[in-house]
């Protein structure tokens, strides 16, 4: 069965006996990592610059964090981590890390794509990799440098899972309505919209339910975004404008403004519910965890840390990383407090769709999909 739009971007839960694999410039760098001595070579250096969210966001720039820490426990290596203040710290921070002999330089996000492939060309001995984009400033449908690996992610397949699961949280209310809002409206925030508003129509073929999507709408890629990431005055009116709608279920997407949906939903005293972006937002931020139904997922930390390994040992591969529901580079996180309330054959109905979408017999389709 195949459900789509039109097409271009992406833990493990136990539940009822049911798995889902369904979780210088700015600030000087920081150093961490284990002992030295590992198996890495002596004279290996690897390098994370993190975009304006920093490394505090309970998102993806804390993951890719977690992720190259990880790979340096693992190697014996101290990383350097330049946390970027703002937009302007990008190039200078860049420059800064090849100043400083990094041998593999991960950026964090779209937002370093430019500056990235600037670096990259200039320094062709040195490896890059990128989160969330193909460093395509020029869209032609390749990466502008040879020396840049791609870690995307098909974001589109978890947030499927995540659609139908809203759905059939506010069907059983008796609700019918959820909705969802991003930060910019770039491919790795649309895909998770798109995804979502397909994992409800689903709901709805399967149940003949009648479930609405506010805030998105797929088939002419508008809906309601914020135009940046921060948790600020006009995040929280962009949220507010998806609640009055009468949303019982909410995703935003775009790393800190869910702390924007959080107080909007406080304000209105309602038990509206949140789903959480990237990482487990209700481990991440325990603070949100009281309203946060569940989150979708990407393996970030794991895709940082396997490719921080394999160019420790000079197997270092330009070819881009998509993470699928297949390789778990997505997923579904559980539903914590409130696994006991959802709807009798729920876990099992998303576990047999993510069989599906696994063996291709759904195909989830975005046009934000990498």
Do not use: R
């Not at 992406?10 to 001595?37: H, K, M, N, W």
């Not at 507010?240 to 279920?249: E, H, I």
Request: proline share 4%; glycine share 12%; net charge negative.
């Amino acid at each position: 069965m195949t459900i789509s739009t039109t097409k271009k971007l992406l833990g493990a839960t136990v539940a009822a006996g049911v798995i889902f694999s369904l979780a210088g410039c700015g600030q000087a760098p920081t150093e961490s990592g284990g002992d030295a001595g590992g198996d890495a070579a002596s004279d290996f250096l690897p390098c994370l610059v993190s975009d304006a969210g920093g490394w505090n966001d309970k998102s993806f720039n804390q993951s890719a964090k977690e992720g190259m820490d990880k790979a340096a426990d693992e190697l014996g290596v101290k990383p350097l981590e330049f946390e970027s203040a703002n937009d302007n710290d990008y190039a200078p921070n860049l420059e800064t890390a090849v100043s400083e002999g990094c041998s593999l330089i991960v950026s964090v996000g779209f937002k370093l794509s430019a500056a990235t492939v600037e670096s990259a060309l200039a320094n062709p001995k040195i490896n890059y990799a990128i989160i969330d984009d193909y460093a395509d400033t020029d869209f032609d449908g390749t990466t502008d440098a040879p020396n840049i690996k791609p870690l995307v992610f098909d974001t589109a397949q978890a947030a499927y899972l995540g659609g139908y699961a809203a759905a059939g949280w506010s069907a059983q209310a008796g609700v019918n309505k959820v909705g969802t809002f991003g930060g910019m409206q770039i491919p790795s925030v649309a895909v998770f919209m798109d995804g979502f508003q397909l994992g409800v129509e689903k709901y709805n073929e399967d149940k003949s339910g009648a479930v609405e999507v506010f805030g998105w709408d797929n088939v002419s890629q508008k809906g309601s975004f914020t135009g940046g990431f921060d948790a600020n005055d006009t995040a929280k009116q962009t949220a507010q404008g998806v609640l009055d709608q009468g949303v019982d279920v909410i995703l935003p997407v775009g790393g800190p403004i869910y702390q924007s949906a959080a107080a909007a939903i406080k304000d209105s005293g309602k038990d509206t519910l949140m789903v959480g972006v990237d990482s487990d937002l209700a481990v991440a931020d325990e603070s949100v965890a009281d309203v946060t139904l569940f989150s979708i997922m990407k393996a970030i930390d794991v895709a940082v840390q396997d490719a921080t390994i394999a160019a420790s040992k000079g197997d270092f591969d330009p070819a881009p990383y998509v993470g699928t529901l297949e390789n778990e580079g997505v997923k579904l996180s559980g539903f914590g407090s409130f696994e006991g309330d959802l709807p009798d054959g729920l876990l099992d109905e998303i576990a047999a769709l993510q069989e599906q979408i696994i063996s291709g017999d759904i195909t989830v389709e975005s046009p934000n999909s990498p």
